[in-house]
């Protein structure tokens, strides 16, 4: 597509229950990134996926937080259990490949709400 | 590791104003150099980058300088306006590691009032 395109936009749930957030990068762009923007916290790197391996996890919060990338197209991540601390925007980009040499491009973000 | 340190804001300035907002860095290897923004209601979108030492980036009048010898990267514009008013992020990449992720600094927020 065009652009980056996450889904939900915005998901309210209430603790305690699991939550996928989807995201469509732009298509040919073989790195896809995870981040989580809080307030008074910055963007928080979560994972980032080279094609449909994820070299580098290191940034994932807890096991309760997992993702996956099929096709080396569209990424879920999952949060189970959510808790209350989980509540952000969830923010996904792609660039056409590692970031050490391309600019990311960002989705509009997943702001997730944990009741 | 790797890390990017930005001024806290908020910064509120008015219109014509000098903005300057600084940004250091701690990176092993050869980093590549951004300004992200983020303006209200949107997502995070390029501002300006810079790949080697010395390299200046610009765009839409902000200007910032890639300097090795005291590892900043800090953002100017010589005239602010109101739609200047956003979320500012400086982020670093390293070419050693190529793959990994960009990491952002945690942002700073310019208001700029007519």
């Known amino acids: 597509g065009a652009g980056v395109s996450q889904s939900p936009s915005n998901k309210v749930t209430e603790k305690g229950k699991d939550v996928e957030l989807r995201c469509d990068p732009i298509?040919?762009?073989?790195?896809l990134y995870w981040y989580r923007q809080s307030l008074g916290q910055g963007l928080e790197f979560l994972i980032y996926?080279?094609?449909?391996?994820?070299?580098?996890k290191s940034g994932l919060p807890s096991d309760r937080f997992s993702a996956e990338r099929t096709g080396g197209s569209v990424s879920t991540l999952t949060i189970q259990r959510t808790q209350q601390e989980d509540s952000a925007v969830y923010l996904c980009?792609?660039?056409?490949?590692?970031?050490?040499?391309?600019?990311?491009?960002f989705g509009a973000g997943s702001r997730l709400t944990v009741l | 590791g790797n890390s990017v340190t930005q001024m806290e804001g908020p910064v509120t300035l008015s219109e014509e104003a000098f903005l300057t907002i600084n940004c250091t860095y701690t990176?092993?290897?050869?980093?590549?150099l951004f300004w992200y923004v983020q303006y209200p209601g949107e997502g995070l979108q390029l501002l300006l980058k810079?790949?080697?030492?010395?390299d200046k980036g610009s765009n839409k009048g902000f200007e910032a300088t890639y300097r090795k010898e005291t590892t900043s990267f800090h953002l100017e514009k010589g005239s602010v306006q109101v739609s200047d008013s956003a979320v500012y992020f400086c982020?670093?990449?390293?070419?050693?590691?190529?793959?990994?992720?960009?990491?952002f600094g945690k942002g700073t927020t310019l208001s700029v009032s007519s």
């Open positions: 810079a790949t080697k030492a010395d």
């Open positions: 996926f080279q094609g449909n391996s994820a070299p580098d």
């Open positions: 982020a670093l990449s390293d070419l050693t590691q190529a793959g990994t992720a960009l990491i």
């Open positions: 980009a792609s660039s056409l490949q590692g970031a050490g040499a391309n600019v990311l491009t």
């Open positions: 298509s040919g762009h073989t790195a």
């Open positions: 990176a092993t290897g050869y980093p590549s």
